[in-house]
């Protein structure tokens, strides 16, 4: 049986293009953390990492367009169906008609379409996984730093959803039917598409934090850097979240 190799795809996003988008705090540390937790373990093939820290060069900070390139990119031609593979988003986001999204660094409130064009719904990751993962492998693990707060674009109908969400499966190398979002997101969720999405809080909520060392950190992030840096007394490990 071929081995499988380890994997990461990092995003945080600390700023935004647009100021109705307030800066997050420790956002780029934590991506710098993970990496360095996975970078020591000495397991990974490659870390793939897209921040918005002001010593990466501006065109490649994680704008959609970016994110979904790479994305697709990265799992299309790096990772096999074996392989155990690391996903961590620490940004905005929101519920914006019906479904939970993230919030790219070009995400825009400004505009009734581009709140849409330029989010990432989590259908987006599960239609990707669902095409790579065929077997129920259980070895993806897909975090999402990011509130679930509805957020009401200005005006939007739904003929203009609709319009984004059939532009969007004709993007995509597959033109799987409608994947109906049923997540559980206070708990560990084995969707079908073989990957297992975990979050940082209930629908429509906000991720909780709480000022830990030089300001307000999530409790999430927080918790899986400590765990993962065997700085629990039981350490947190994939292994185990494998088994």
């Given at each position: ?52 820290d ?31 593979v690391?996903v961590?988003?620490s ?25 849409v ?52 499966l ?26 297992n ?47």
């Amino acid at each position: 049986m071929r081995k499988f190799k380890k994997w990461a795809f990092l995003v945080g996003i600390s700023k935004y293009e647009e100021k109705e988008f307030p800066n997050i705090e420790h956002t780029i540390d934590h991506v710098i953390k993970l990496k360095d937790i996975l970078d020591n373990s000495n397991e990974f093939e490659e870390i793939v990492v897209l921040t918005t820290d002001d010593t990466v060069p501006k065109d490649e900070w994680p704008t959609e367009a970016k994110i979904r390139k790479q994305f697709k990119r990265f799992f299309k031609k790096k990772v096999k169906h074996h392989d155990l593979v690391i996903v961590y988003f620490s940004c905005h986001g929101g519920e914006v008609n019906n479904e939970i999204c993230i919030f790219p660094y070009n995400a825009s409130k400004e505009d009734s379409d581009e709140i849409v064009r330029y989010s990432i719904p989590i259908s987006f990751f599960k239609v990707i996984c669902k095409n790579k993962f065929r077997f129920n492998l259980k070895k993806v693990f897909l975090f999402f730093d990011i509130c679930q707060k509805v957020t009401k674009p200005r005006s939007h109908s739904l003929e203009a959803e609709e319009r984004e969400y059939k532009s969007f499966l004709e993007k995509t190398e597959v033109r799987p039917k409608y994947i109906e979002p049923e997540i559980q997101r206070d708990e560990i969720n084995q969707e079908d598409c073989g990957a297992n999405f975990l979050f940082a809080c209930q629908p429509r909520k906000k991720a909780l934090v709480k000022k830990i060392g030089t300001g307000d950190q999530s409790i999430f992030s927080y918790a899986l850097l400590r765990g993962l840096g065997g700085r629990l007394q039981d350490p947190l490990t994939f292994g185990k979240f494998v088994e």
